[in-house]
């Protein structure tokens, strides 16, 4: 049986300041239009099937490729841009397959610390300095083979060091995959608070591999699933019919569209944050153990009772974010644990979301799919959260 492997190609549209090094043709790419089409058009995820698995590294314009599939990691090689001299590979001791893998250039390999705390300024100015002491120019390319923590990190350095040099990622979370990976953003973290300090940063390829999932603990995989959940209501309604590979190839499609169209996180980019705004707020709330991706299920369920109350989807529609986020075994209440966690703190919390840029906004779910909404009277935001304690 042939192996499945799907290319996505991301396309940015010329519109935007921002360019990485490799971008030659700002606006050049007709297709970034028609790439760009609102979310509604998105309702069936197109994936391109790569039948002959051959690898087309991008070269014009603005765009590059995601590959997905089991054993991409392989191709890492032809991904890396022709012209680079030496790679400076970013990566994690336990992910074990960055020491070996094969960049058919002269390779170093920098290894940061677990969880968050890698995500500080400290560890920019320590790979930077560690790759000046081992010579690394411009024209030099970074590897990234890591979670979303070494894809944000070394994104960024890849951002600032030399003024900005190319990067491939190869993010071997589910996380990572289908979301940290894609899209361009990239930053590390302030003690004042996460992802304060950052740079728009395309990679020159993104490499999916979902062998390397086999060994991500499970804590791990359901984070990522909580994303998956996300996009169901994206654009993703037939997620459920496909296999992993798929699913994970029309996820990075359906934020590959987003971002496309958005790339600097406007109006249109802000959908990517259904779920998020109670999410984040349980997380910020929780002084325990949980994972993004279930702090945002429980963001999805909230959402949609929120939808639901003011008239802009039916209690069947509530039922199908149920149905989605169990099918992934995630939780839709907050944990037991939260109940000293009064309705004003959590509400206290949204409304100081980074992204309530304009006040408390809501991403919410209706018939024409998952849009903006301000100003949603507090008695419905009191009143659906009862719905899920
Ligand atoms: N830039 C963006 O658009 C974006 C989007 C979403 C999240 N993020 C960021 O991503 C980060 C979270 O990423 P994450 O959930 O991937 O966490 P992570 O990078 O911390 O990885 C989780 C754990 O899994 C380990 N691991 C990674 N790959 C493994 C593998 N294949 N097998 C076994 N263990 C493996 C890591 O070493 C780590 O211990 C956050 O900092 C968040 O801010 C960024
Ligand atoms: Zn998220």
Redesign the pocket.
């Known amino acids: 049986m042939a192996v499945e492997r799907y290319t996505v190609r991301v396309v940015l549209d010329g519109s935007s300041a921002s360019s990485g090094p490799s971008s030659a043709a700002l606006g050049e790419n007709a297709s970034a239009r028609g790439a760009a089409s609102n979310l509604k058009q998105q309702q069936k995820p197109s994936v391109s099937q790569d039948k002959n698995t051959k690898v087309s590294p991008s070269t014009a314009g603005r765009s590059y490729d995601v590959h997905v599939g089991p054993g991409v990691r392989q191709y890492l090689a032809e991904v890396i841009p022709a012209d680079a001299q030496r790679a400076a590979v970013i990566t994690?001791a336990?992910?074990g397959?960055a020491v070996e893998c094969d960049t058919s250039i002269p390779r170093s390999v920098f290894n940061v610390p677990?969880?968050?705390q890698?995500?500080s300024l400290t560890q920019v100015e320590s790979l930077c300095r560690r790759m000046v002491a081992e010579g690394f120019t411009r024209s030099d390319v970074i590897v990234a083979v890591?979670?979303?923590?070494?894809?944000?990190l070394a994104?960024f350095v890849a951002a600032v060091y030399h003024r900005g040099i190319r990067f491939v990622s190869v993010?071997?979370?589910?996380?990572?995959q289908v979301?940290?990976?894609?899209?361009?953003?990239?930053?590390v973290?302030l003690p004042e608070g996460?992802?304060l300090v950052?740079a728009f940063w395309q990679p020159h390829a993104v490499l999916c591999d979902t062998d390397?999932?086999?060994?991500?603990?499970e804590r791990?995989l359901r984070?990522?699933q909580g994303?998956m959940a996300k996009y169901h209501f994206l654009g993703g309604d037939d997620l459920h019919t496909m296999s992993l590979t798929q699913r994970i190839a029309a996820a990075v499609q359906i934020k590959a569209d987003v971002v496309a169209s958005d790339e600097r996180e406007s109006d249109r980019r802000v959908v990517l944050n259904y779920g998020h705004t109670l999410g984040h707020a349980i997380e910020t709330a929780a002084h325990y153990d949980l994972?993004?991706?279930e702090a945002v299920a429980i963001g999805l369920i909230y959402a949609a009772e929120v939808a639901f109350r003011l008239g802009r989807i039916s209690r069947k529609r509530v039922e199908e974010h149920r149905e989605v986020v169990a099918s992934y075994n995630l939780p839709m209440k907050l944990p037991a644990e939260h109940a000293k966690h009064g309705d004003n703190e959590l509400l206290a919390l949204m409304r100081r979301d980074k992204k309530a840029t304009k006040g408390l906004t809501f991403v919410l779910d209706s018939s024409e799919g998952v849009t903006p909404v301000m100003g949603v009277p507090e008695s419905i935001l009191r009143d659906a959260l009862a719905a899920i304690r």
């Open positions: 994690q336990n992910i397959w677990d969880g968050e890698a995500k890591g979670g979303g923590v070494v894809t944000d994104g993010p071997t979370t589910l996380l990572a979301d940290a990976a894609i899209g361009g953003k990239t930053g973290n996460k992802n950052g390397m999932l086999e060994t991500l603990p791990e984070s990522g994303e994972r993004h991706g």
